[in-house]
């Protein structure tokens, strides 16, 4: 048995492989990746957001004052 390959489903704690989209044990489906994400993974998809946010507003303010 590799225990690599194995994960824990989040809705019955049960052992269960690491392919499964389904859970054997309790049959709800598990997110392949969704659920997976680390807040340090969220924190990096955020931060281009409010960079790009920044310069829409910058781009905004920069045309109200210009006309
Ligand atoms: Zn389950």
Do not use: W
């Not at 499964?20 to 998809?45: F, H, M, N, S, Y």
């Amino acid at each position: 048995m590799e225990n690599s390959n194995m994960k824990f489903c989040p809705h019955c704690d049960a052992r269960i492989p690491a392919e499964c989209e389904v859970c054997p044990v309790c049959g709800k489906k598990i997110r392949p990746r969704l659920g997976e994400l680390t807040d340090a993974q969220i924190k990096r998809i955020r931060r281009p957001i409010t960079i790009v946010l920044c310069i829409v507003v910058a781009i905004v303010l920069y045309f109200k004052y210009t006309r």
